[in-house]
């Protein structure tokens, strides 16, 4: 038999078994999240960064066995099997050599999933909770201890990751076939075995396949009997192939009741009109209005994403031409937030075009600022402060109250509102703030909608048919929800609690219309998980009814491929006199070049045909 590399003394697993399954009774430290070195921090950064950049469809999370996928070493590595099976696909390796339960679930913890949406979390996690510490004598956690860690893993991924479907895999055989960690091994899978669910939790265990008949581990699989050499890692490979293959297909399943058709406007550029683009310059979040002449609409845009200088220009043919880029005032060049233009009219019947610039996140020494123009844009004035408050997206929508005064929507991450303002454990809140004077000045706001664990932000507002209810339409930031709604009857002194709306609403910056016979066109962008749409510019058509039942609605419209995940769909949206449909954005329309700002229009009517005709 073959000589143990690895042998442990034998008092100290007497010591061991005499505890039992509490390490002395004392906390269990594989349920208590830990970071460790400064190198190890680094990785964890470059993790929390990779996040930031990409959206895998499939995570890999785990220890060295994990980390050494892509390790260019026969012995003990599968870079050439990770090339050949994972290179080119949506695919991040999060493992890091030497971790333990605590210590994947402190990266979990700080960032290294927030933001993204895998369609399949690979969890191998454990090996290093067995056996003892560096002193040869102390023993790192129980086999029950060690469940415990992975359960709370697995527990904080479905948390944080609810659309995910988790692929756990059994630990790997360790040791010779007498090794105490053998058997510690086989306890912890016998017990995670039982986490399988067969929904989103699906337990894997191809440990077998490393081993000999005699149970001792194939030197040519794992020749140090514990991390696969190229050979076991082609193992690996081939035994999650159909089920990783599976669950990919899960993931990306819409349930029956949300599915709902699709028309494709994406190819059909002779809808398109490209109205900016500047080489290696990103030109980002949209506004339009509409005057009332029908035919004159006005943009303004950053020149960066969501802050930069403004951009104004004019079309006088309903968006078909536009001028060139219009001198503005100084201080709109000192602009920190995403431009929103709104038409006002005062008591007097005085009107007014007001664009607003909100302060970004946690910016306290910024307020909410706003132009004003009293010629239809001809001239406007400087930026100048709306009251003593700031505000994310300000102002994201605006609505006509029935008394004639305006109401006003934003968000906030309670960081831009006095301290005693705020509201304890809440992510962000939904403001409201009202205007008297047909826009010159602006109430304090108040909070009207607040969530315990979602991240709700950037209100649509919108009017029942009958104009008696007001809806906001609120994406939802952390991801781990469907978009929401709220209500109100009262001309929004009282709201509904935030509802979940379908999967065919969820996105990012609702901008809804009616059209001309009375059903709603609503832009976003599009971030619902499982989505054949996900990250494109889209369009919704349905009722107000829709929304008020929590329909799917009645089909959707993808108006252009966006080439980077979820980065487009600011949408202005306006309703010719004969109905059609103008839609602008900005958005990564080719790969590899900064967005830039588009227009689509279409009627509804067409839509409808295409839909019926199959045309897509």
Sequence with gaps: MRINSYRIPALAWLVWLCVGASTTGLANTAVAPVPRDAKWLERHEQFVSRAKQDDPDV??????????????????????????????????N???????????????????????????VMLLIGTNNTGLENDNLTPRSTPEETVEGITAIVRLLREKLPESRLLLLALFPRGEPMDPRRKQVAQINARISQLHDGQFIHYLDFGPAFLLPDGTIAPELMPDLLHPSEKGYEIWSRSIKEPLAKLLSAGSAVAESERIPLVDLSSDVSRRVVID???????????????????????VYPKGHARGPIVYRRSSDQGLTWSDRLPTPS???????????????????????????????????????MAISENDGGTWSELRSVGDFGGIAAMSSMIRLADG?????????????????TIAGKRAGVLKTISRDGGLSWSRPEIIATHSRAFLCEPG????????????????????????????????????????????????????????????FIAFRDTGRGSPTYGDWVGW????????????????????????????????????????????????????????????????????????AGTN
């Design 541 to 612: 058509v349905g009722t107000y009814k829709d929304i008020l039942a929590g329909h799917s609605g009645q089909y959707r419209v993808r108006l252009m491929h966006n080439t980077k995940t979820i980065d487009c769909g600011y949408s202005g949206v306006e309703v010719l006199a004969d109905g059609t449909v103008v839609a602008t954005t900005y958005g990564h329309w080719d790969s590899n070049e900064a967005p830039y700002i588009v227009n689509v229009r279409f009627k509804l009517a067409e839509l409808d045909r295409k839909l019926s």
């Design 331 to 369: 201080s709109w060049s000192t602009s920190v937030e995403v431009p929103t233009l709104f038409r006002t009219v005062d008591a007097q019947g005085k009107k007014r075009v007001v664009m607003f610039s909100g302060t970004g996140a946690g910016n306290r020494s910024l307020t909410v600022r």
């Design 59 to 92: 995570l890999f999370l785990g220890d060295s066995i994990t980390d050494y996928w892509e390790r260019a070493d026969k012995k003990k590595g599968g870079s050439e099997i990770w090339s050949r099976d994972f290179a080119g696909r949506r695919v991040l």
């Design 405 to 421: 005064g305006y109401m006003a929507f934003f968000h906030d991450d309670m960081k831009n509102l006095d301290p005693g303002e």
């Design 461 to 520: 507002a919108l009017r029942s048919p009958d104009g008696r209810q007001i809806a906001l339409l609120l994406r939802e930031n952390s991801r781990q929800f469907h978009s929401f709604v709220i209500f109100s009857n009262d001309e929004g002194a009282s709201w509904t609690a935030p509802r979940e709306l379908p999967l065919a609403l969820t996105g990012d910056r609702h901008v809804a219309k009616y059209t001309l016979d009375g059903r709603l």
């Design 94 to 120: 999060f493992g890091i050599a030497a971790d333990r339960t605590q210590h994947l679930l402190w990266r979990l913890q700080h960032g290294e999933i927030d933001g993204i949406h895998p369609k399949v």
């Design 277 to 299: 683009r500047e080489p290696g310059q990103y030109l980002g979040h949209t506004s339009t209005l509409l005057l009332e002449d029908g035919a004159t609409m006005l943009l």
